[in-house]
């Protein structure tokens, strides 16, 4: 074996032309373009194939292959066609982090991030910064993944903030957006979300896992309100921490907004659900089934057409007032008030159903869901510990 001396000795003495480092960039991106076309997975192996022997080069293929074989974040935003965002993502306030974790079948990586306005084609309000970032997962096994494995509705990519509840600051309160696709048997996710610059003076995580809302199954918080996933979770799960710039911290904004969220609770106990109390019937059954779970405490009531549109004028109202002090961005105003309208219509078509429970404090929750007349199914309201769930139930026989 050559010792640290005599191997450098050897490197010196190698002799390559001036146009070497060209012919095999060309070369390598001729075996890219090839594997392309053949729709194949790039692998690092397929480079051994090449006539080439020096140690030296041999590195530098592989590190050019790696290179052309994962997208970088500006790649991603190119393959969406927003030059903006790619642009960005090329500039200094990027956060470039290539962090991977191993979790099950699949290596997790979280490429990068960048903060901004005005980035994509598809914001509404191009005054308003959102956070963006790029994860990609491939099978540690080398094998392609297949979109559907990971879909998108199973698996969740959702920022996280420390000293807040998980309930609190997450993709559904932060009104984000998730958009995936498959290249080269890499799975690519982009995250378009709220602005995370203003929570800088917390420790904020990136978790991808096995999942939708965050819950009490998939995660715990400590006292020191640090989070982590629950031990008992044995899905897929990674968890990051964003070093954010903590000179754009806001902690008045960050605290308003975790207000507004009215969800900044959080338990590590968890709660079965007890026997039925009673149960109401929507629709009269069928081969369909379907679930949906929530809980609040109260008393429910299902809403009329005529009486979740009052509830749309009242909501609206108080979230324009969010807007006006600064609270809810104008983008999020706008997203929420469009989905309560097409619930509105949904529930004049037949298509939906709704129901609104009102704890002893007098607030006020309202729940939308699919009318099982239209996939039939029994909706309980179950008593728990915590209070009253409404269960939409597989479909009797």
């Known amino acids: 074996m050559l010792n640290k001396k005599t191997y450098r000795e050897a490197i010196d003495q190698l002799s390559f032309s001036a146009d070497f480092e060209e012919r095999t960039m060309q070369l390598l991106r001729q075996r890219t373009r090839e594997a392309e076309k053949e729709n194949t997975t790039m692998k690092f192996h397929s480079l051994r194939k090449l006539a080439i022997t020096a140690a030296v080069v041999a590195a530098l293929a592989l590190s050019v292959s790696a290179a052309l074989y994962f997208l970088s974040p500006a790649d991603v935003a190119d393959h969406y066609d927003q030059p903006l965002l790619a642009e960005a993502f090329q500039s200094e306030k990027a956060i470039l982090l290539d962090e991977t974790v191993q979790t099950g079948d699949y290596d997790v990586t979280l490429a990068g991030l960048v903060s901004g306005a005005g980035l994509t084609s598809w914001e509404a309000n191009v005054d308003t910064s959102h956070t963006?970032?790029?994860?990609?997962?491939?099978?540690?096994?080398?094998?392609?993944?297949?979109?559907?494995?990971?879909?998108?509705?199973e698996y969740t990519a959702t920022p996280l903030v420390g000293?807040?509840?998980?309930?609190?600051?997450?993709?559904?309160?932060?009104?984000?957006?998730?958009?995936?696709?498959?290249?080269d048997g890499v799975l690519y996710y982009l995250l378009d979300t709220a602005d995370l610059s203003i929570f800088a003076n917390h420790t904020v995580y990136?978790?991808?896992?096995?999942?939708?809302?965050p819950n009490n199954a998939i995660f715990q918080v400590a006292e020191d309100g640090s989070i982590a996933f629950a031990e008992d979770f044995d899905g897929v799960q990674a968890l990051f921490v964003l070093p954010l710039d903590k000179s754009l911290a806001d902690d008045a904004a960050a605290?308003?907004?975790?207000?507004?969220?009215?969800?900044?609770?959080?338990?590590?106990?968890?709660?079965?659900?007890?026997?039925?109390?009673?149960?109401?019937?929507?629709?009269?059954?069928?081969?369909?089934?379907s679930y949906s779970f929530s809980t609040a405490s109260g008393e429910w009531k299902q809403l009329t057409p005529e009486e979740y549109e009052a509830y749309i004028a009242e909501e609206t109202e108080r979230l324009r007032a969010q807007v006006e002090d600064g609270v809810l961005s104008q983008a999020s105003f706008a997203i929420t008030v469009g989905e309560m309208e097409e619930n509105l219509a949904g529930l004049k078509a037949g298509s939906l159903i709704a129901a609104m429970v009102t704890a002893e404090d007098g607030s006020q929750?309202?729940?939308?869901?699919?009318?099982?007349?239209?996939?039939?199914?029994?909706?309980?309201?179950?008593?728990?510990?915590?209070?009253?769930?409404?269960?939409?139930d597989d479909a009797k026989d």
């Open 132 to 153: 963006y970032a790029v994860l990609m997962v491939r099978r540690t096994d080398g094998q392609s993944i297949d979109k559907e494995e990971l879909g998108i509705t």
């Open 163 to 183: 000293g807040y509840s998980p309930q609190a600051v997450n993709n559904w309160t932060l009104g984000a957006f998730a958009t995936n696709f498959v290249q």
């Open 206 to 213: 990136f978790a991808f896992y096995e999942g939708s809302a």
């Open 255 to 289: 605290d308003a907004f975790v207000e507004s969220t009215e969800l900044n609770f959080w338990s590590n106990e968890r709660t079965e659900p007890e026997d039925n109390v009673g149960s109401y019937t929507f629709g009269e059954g069928g081969d369909s089934a």
């Open 365 to 392: 929750t309202v729940f939308v869901g699919t009318n099982p007349d239209v996939i039939p199914a029994d909706v309980q309201y179950q008593e728990t510990k915590d209070g009253i769930s409404m269960v939409i």
